[in-house]
């Protein structure tokens, strides 16, 4: 099934990180066994494609499994376990914590931002995939504001932590998980419209925000909506940006 990923990766618009490493996540490590990311870079080896750079999206429990399933770093979904509406500080502060944590414990990471968590239409209206959620597993919704400061605080993480964040990456929750809380995409215009999206590409494009972020000078900033996984991806970091379709289709930018 892995050669059907070898076109991806060599897409030119593929997000790469680290002199051409594809970014690729094992969204847990359901039915993995320690021979399958060696025998995937073997492969990616023999069609000529850079070593991929493989990231476990987690939890706590699984730390002990980056080494040794061959991960290069992790990451997290979001932050879920949040209840009866908690602040969206309380979820930022968190976050903030989960990325100290996977760095104490001496793993690459990439820092993972949650835009929300708001689970109750699942169990107002049950998915066949997984069992109903608690009516109380849901936290405020952040400002626009919030949102946007809470994602240039990753990209400001990775920047001050450059042998944690290697890949210079950082992981957007999410892009369209509506019925799960968390989303960038326009709506609506009652339910925000463009607000979000806005505040960010306002946010990335006031140079304030970046000279105190240190983030350095002719980094190129991409934000790459990827549909196989509704994420928002955040690569290099940055004075000019984009915000790009998986095609390579610009859809907004600044400098």
């Given amino acids: 099934a892995y050669t059907e990923l070898m076109s991806h990766f060599a897409n030119p618009h593929y997000q790469k990180v680290m002199n051409d490493r594809p970014l690729f996540y094992f969204f847990g490590t359901y039915g993995l066994t320690p021979e399958i990311i060696p025998a995937l870079r073997t492969l990616c080896n023999s069609y000529g494609i850079g070593n991929p750079y493989i990231?476990?999206?987690?939890?706590?429990?699984y730390l002990g499994v980056v080494d040794s399933f061959g991960f290069d770093a992790i990451s997290m979904y979001g932050v879920s376990w949040l209840n009866d509406?908690?602040?969206?500080?309380?979820?930022?502060?968190?976050?903030?914590?989960?990325?100290?944590?996977?760095?104490?414990?001496?793993?690459?990471?990439v820092p993972h931002v949650t835009t929300g968590w708001d689970k109750r239409p699942r169990y107002d209206n049950p998915v066949f995939w997984e069992l109903p959620p608690s009516a109380s597993n849901w936290t405020e919704q952040g400002t626009p504001g919030?949102?946007?400061?809470?994602?240039?605080?990753?990209?400001?993480?990775?920047?001050?932590?450059?042998?944690?964040?290697?890949?210079?990456?950082?992981?957007?929750?999410?892009?369209n998980e509506f019925d799960e809380g968390g989303w960038l995409c326009p709506t609506l215009q009652q339910f925000e419209?463009?607000?979000?999206i806005e505040a960010l590409?306002?946010?990335?494009?006031?140079?304030?925000?970046?000279?105190?972020?240190?983030?350095?000078?002719?980094i190129r900033l991409i934000l790459l909506p990827n549909p196989a996984r509704d994420f928002v991806s955040v690569t290099g970091l940055t004075e000019d940006w984009q915000i790009t379709d998986m095609y390579g289709n610009v859809k907004m930018s600044g400098e």
Avoid at 55 to 61: A, H, K, Q, R
Avoid at 89 to 95: H, K
């Fill in 201 to 218: 590409h306002n946010h990335l494009n006031n140079t304030t925000d970046i000279a105190d972020g240190n983030l350095g000078e002719n």
């Fill in 85 to 109: 509406g908690a602040p969206y500080q309380d979820l930022a502060e968190t976050e903030i914590k989960q990325w100290e944590y996977f760095r104490s414990a001496g793993l690459s990471v």
């Fill in 193 to 196: 419209g463009t607000a979000r």
């Fill in 146 to 175: 919030q949102i946007s400061n809470h994602i240039v605080e990753a990209i400001q993480w990775a920047d001050n932590n450059p042998v944690t964040c290697p890949a210079h990456a950082v992981l957007i929750y999410a892009w």
């Fill in 55 to 61: 990231v476990l999206l987690c939890t706590n429990g």
